[in-house]
């Protein structure tokens, strides 16, 4: 039996313990007082790691840049993230919301391991009011906030960064639940470059005609994907990501 049973195999480039390490090195380093209650400083310590010692699948510095200006530029009062990982981007944009006159950012992580580590980074970054972690598969958690809780009910900023595989069916969730409206709704879409994401870029530039042809050949299960919902879409380029030439999706509703 191998002797982690309950957990997700490790990864090439994640999951192979790295991410608590992390928290030994920002735990153990001499900075601590100063790095405390300073979202930046931070990121500051988890950019070193990544550079230093292993590479961390954060947004990053270019990406996360551009997102806080938009952040900065539509003021949500609730921002989503599916998918946090070690809590990068929620101590990055947790902060933007924070500065900007928001209320919460809400980090979907199905990985329990995954969650608790950026529980911690986010305490340590004096976010806690701001910031909420939430653990579980999105499109669970993401159908109790809406239909359940009621937390949700427009979306106004979602930032999708989990599997690809998830890119499609979780925001056809949300067409499903009516939560994308016109002139209020913002899906920022990462790695659209690399790896890619073409199913669910065909998916937002199809008219409402391609999409049920779409539809006819695809296997939606349970969910109820809105075809004559229509996007408009730009997607945003950068050559010098941590990992190379990248892409982050903005799409709107028209
Ligand atoms: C690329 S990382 C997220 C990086 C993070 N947003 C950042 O920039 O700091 C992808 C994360 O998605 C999580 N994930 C994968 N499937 C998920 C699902 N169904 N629901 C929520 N999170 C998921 C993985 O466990 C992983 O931590």
Redesign the pocket.
């Known amino acids: 039996m191998s002797d982690k049973p309950n957990s997700p195999p490790a990864l090439k480039w ?1 999951l192979d313990g790295r991410e608590v390490d992390l928290l030994h090195y920002i735990f153990n380093r001499s900075d601590l007082r100063q790095i405390r209650g300073n979202p930046a400083k931070v990121l500051g310590a988890i950019d070193d790691y990544h550079s230093q010692f292993k590479p ?5 510095v270019a990406k ?1 840049k551009f997102i806080t200006g938009i952040i900065a530029e539509r003021k949500p009062s609730v921002m989503i ?10 101590v990055l944009f947790g902060d933007a919301i924070r500065k900007n006159g928001g209320k919460q950012f809400l ?5 329990p391991e ?1 969650a608790a580590v950026a529980t911690q980074l986010v305490e340590l970054a004096g976010l806690r009011d701001y910031v909420r972690i939430i653990i ?4 669970t ?1 993401l159908r109790e906030l809406i239909t359940e809780t009621r937390d949700i009910d427009t979306v106004e900023l979602i ?1 999708i ?3 690809q595989d ?1 890119y499609r069916p979780d925001p056809w969730l949300l067409e499903e639940l009516d939560v994308l409206k016109p002139g209020k709704s913002v899906l920022l879409a ?2 659209v470059i690399m790896p890619g994401a073409p199913v669910y870029l065909e998916w937002i530039h199809a008219t409402p005609q391609e999409k049920k042809d779409i539809l006819s050949k695809s296997d939606v299960g349970l969910l109820k994907p809105n075809p004559d919902l229509v996007y408009d879409s730009r997607a945003q380029e950068f050559q010098d990501t941590e990992f190379g030439r990248d892409g982050v999706a903005v799409i709107h509703i028209k």
């Open positions: 994640a961390l699948m954060n947004v990053g996360g993230e599916l998918g946090g990982y070690i809590g990068y981007s929620a980090s979907i992580e199905k990985n995954m579980g598969a999105s499109n958690v930032f960064d989990h599997w998830l990462d790695n």
